[in-house]
């Protein structure tokens, strides 16, 4: 079982910078894909990125590319979210999600743990 705890959220101007944590317990998450997503109000869940066990191989949805890095420290058990020229339509909450079982790693419903999310505000 994987408890999964999200923070480093808040409310920031636009253009401005958040990094999110998502720091695991209850199992080593060196061997699993790790992943970032997001909900807004009314909204489907929607993937932001994700990155392989080991780190050598991430993805960044085209929402936040060139914006958002994601990385993991497996020492840390720990997997991050660098989130920087934020805009309004950024404005979500974000969950982490660990464990792919099936599909595409910004496939919601492929993993089987998730966070309880942290909240990001955005204003203009």
């Known amino acids: 079982q994987v408890q999964l705890v999200e923070s480093g959220g808040g409310s920031v101007q636009a253009g401005g910078s958040l990094r999110l944590s998502c720091a695991a317990s209850?199992?080593?998450?060196?061997?699993?894909?790790m992943g970032w997503f997001r909900q807004a109000p009314g909204k489907e869940r929607e993937g932001v990125a994700c990155i392989s066990p080991g780190g050598s191989l991430t993805y960044v949805a085209a929402a936040g590319k060139d914006r958002f890095t994601i990385a993991r420290d497996n020492a840390k058990n720990t997997v991050y979210l660098q989130m920087n020229s934020l805009k309004p339509e950024d404005t979500a909450i974000y969950y982490c999600?660990?464990?792919?079982?099936?599909?595409?790693?910004?496939?919601?419903?492929?993993?089987?743990?998730w966070g309880q999310g942290t909240q990001v505000t955005v204003s203009s």
């Open positions: 209850g199992y080593t998450i060196s061997r699993i894909h």
């Open positions: 999600a660990a464990q792919l079982l099936i599909g595409s790693c910004t496939n919601a419903n492929g993993y089987k743990y």
